[in-house]
Nanobody
C-alpha cells in the first residue's frame, strides 16, 4: 500500500514564499506522476502542478511563473516551491501519486496525502 505524506504548510504574508514537500513510501519501485492539487474554501479541488518521471513539469495557468515543482526519484519525493504567494493561493494542498509500482504487487497504485494547509494573509 502506497502512503503519501505532505509537509511544509503554514501561514505566510502576501508576496511571501513557502515550500511544500511530499514523500511517498511503501516499497516503491517507480512512480509515473507526482502532482499537487489544492482545495480552497468553498471550491472544488483543482490541479496545481505535476512532474512526470522523465518529462517536463506541467502547471496550472494560475501558478505559472510563481510555483516550481521538482522531483527526487531516488527519494520518491516531490516538492512545490511557491513564490509571490497571493491571498487566493490559500488552500489545503494535496499531493497525488499516480501509477506507483511497488515490490509487492505489479498493479499500479494511486494515492493521496492528507493535505497541508497553506494560508496567505496579512
Amino acid at each position: 500500500q502506497v502512503q503519501v505524506v505532505e509537509s511544509g504548510g503554514g501561514l505566510v504574508q502576501p508576496g511571501g514564499s513557502l515550500r511544500l514537500s511530499c514523500a511517498a513510501s511503501g516499497n516503491i519501485l517507480s512512480i509515473n506522476v507526482m502532482a499537487w492539487y489544492r482545495q480552497g474554501p468553498g471550491i472544488q479541488r483543482e490541479f496545481v502542478a505535476a512532474a512526470t518521471s522523465n518529462g517536463s513539469p506541467i502547471y496550472a495557468d494560475s501558478v505559472k511563473g510563481r510555483f516550481t515543482i521538482s522531483r527526487d526519484n531516488a527519494k520518491n519525493t516531490v516538492y512545490l516551491q511557491m513564490n509571490s504567494l497571493k491571498v487566493e493561493d490559500t488552500a489545503v494542498y494535496y499531493c497525488n501519486v499516480q501509477g506507483a509500482i511497488t515490490a509487492t504487487t505489479s498493479r499500479r497504485q494511486n494515492a493521496w496525502g492528507q493535505g497541508a494547509q497553506v494560508t496567505v494573509s496579512s
